[in-house]
């Protein structure tokens, strides 16, 4: 749990006091309204999801609230695909929310009743809510964030140590606790049972001797040779919890980077596990997802046909897979993020709220740039002396 104190409605954190123009970083991190509350039995204010405690907390009186104490939550189950593409999910198993399209990055911004505007948590553009709703599929299930905001500033420092090039403000920018904010972030699981037929070719190495004369001399090489050999056979795979992003408002380079993720842990969704964080809803479509699905589907039974065909090499010609019984299900999952400005230019970290990975962009410092490359001037006039002198 982190010891940064809330700041009041509206409030802009401090900056710090930058020693240069070049390591000068703008805080950007989203300051927006908590989008899942959840009154304090003894004092009325606000609570929220510490994950480190795994308990709802007040932070104004201190009370705490196991999860337990929590209303069951339906079990984690999976849904038809094919029902869902034609609309005939049972109601049970819709929503309808207040959201927004960032018009920055396109992120689905969730609103509650009381609030008309609010900052998108993914690049800190004033977002202002519609006067309609958005019909969406429920989630079924939440991975609970694992790490708080302290543990996960702790991991964004270990990572930036590593960052040479990076301008100072940017570190300080890091050091003084500047504010994360914890966002579940929409993904796809889809099951599927798959069979596939096969042709293709199966290449056994052997090897020949040749005599080459070459200047006059005469000499036995060693030539490697495959002989090729037609085969064709089926494979069968059940795939289970393929797992794809259902949001655009991150690059997918950092969102695969957060990898992986440990679904185990998953809970039956409760918007309990959501207060104090923000849910960002999913711009990916079901079947969209799907196509990426199948992506990943397929290369996996491209290794299994490579596996079955054996040999020393192998090729496929042909390959046709049925897919049946095809199941998905709507989940949420954590991740930490900052967002700051420098130069003008808006960059992002993000941190696995399960097991503190961290992936991001950043500037360059044109000081630290030029400094290493005057260095390594110097380091190779030196040497250029050194050699010179010697010969």
Request: charged share 25%.
């Amino acid at each position: 749990m982190s010891d940064i104190p809330p700041l009041p409605p509206g409030a802009t954190p401090p900056r710090g006091p930058w020693e240069d123009e070049d390591d000068a970083v703008e805080t950007d991190a989203p300051q927006g309204n908590e989008e899942h509350r959840f009154p304090c039995d003894q004092c009325g204010s606000d609570m929220r999801f510490a994950p480190a405690e795994g308990k709802l907390i007040c932070d104004h009186c201190g009370n705490t609230r196991a999860m337990d104490m929590v209303e069951d939550a339906p079990a984690i189950r999976e849904l038809d695909y094919h029902a869902a593409l034609g609309a005939q999910l049972p109601e049970a198993e819709m929503e309808e929310i207040r959201v927004s399209s960032c018009p920055n990055c396109g992120a689905q911004v969730e609103f509650n009743e009381a609030d008309h505007a609010t900052e998108c948590p993914f690049c800190a553009t004033p977002v202002v809510a519609d006067t309609g709703t958005h019909r969406h599929i429920k989630p079924k299930g939440v991975l609970p964030f694992q790490l708080d905001e302290r543990s996960a500033h702790d991991a964004m420092n270990e990572w930036l140590g590593k960052l040479w090039f990076a301008p100072n403000g940017l570190q300080e920018y890091s050091r003084k606790g500047r504010k994360l904010d914890g966002i579940y972030v929409p993904y796809w699981t889809y099951d599927a049972e798959t069979r596939s037929r096969y042709e293709g070719q199966r290449g056994t190495v052997y090897y020949v001797n040749r005599t080459v004369t070459r200047n006059g001399q005469t000499r036995t090489v060693r030539e490697q040779r495959i002989r090729w050999t037609n085969v064709r056979g089926r494979v069968q795979r059940f795939f289970d919890d393929v797992l794809v992003l259902g949001s655009r408002s991150l690059p997918k380079s950092y969102t695969d980077g957060l990898a992986p993720w440990n679904l185990t842990m998953l809970e039956p969704y409760t918007p309990h596990f959501l207060a104090g964080f923000r849910a960002e809803g999913y711009t990916v479509q079901l079947e969209e997802g799907f196509d990426e699905a199948r992506e990943i589907m397929d290369a996996q039974i491209r290794r299994d046909i490579k596996f079955d065909i054996g040999g020393d090499r192998q090729r496929i010609s042909q390959v046709a897979t049925d897919v049946s019984d095809v199941t998905f299900k709507h989940i949420l999952l954590p991740v930490w993020m900052a967002a700051y400005k420098y130069r003008g230019k808006s960059y992002r970290f993000v941190v696995n709220g399960q097991t503190g990975r961290v992936q991001g962009e950043r500037p360059y410092s044109a000081i630290k740039i030029a400094l290493a490359v005057i260095a390594g001037l110097i380091v190779a006039a030196g040497v250029g002396y050194l050699v010179a002198m010697n010969q």
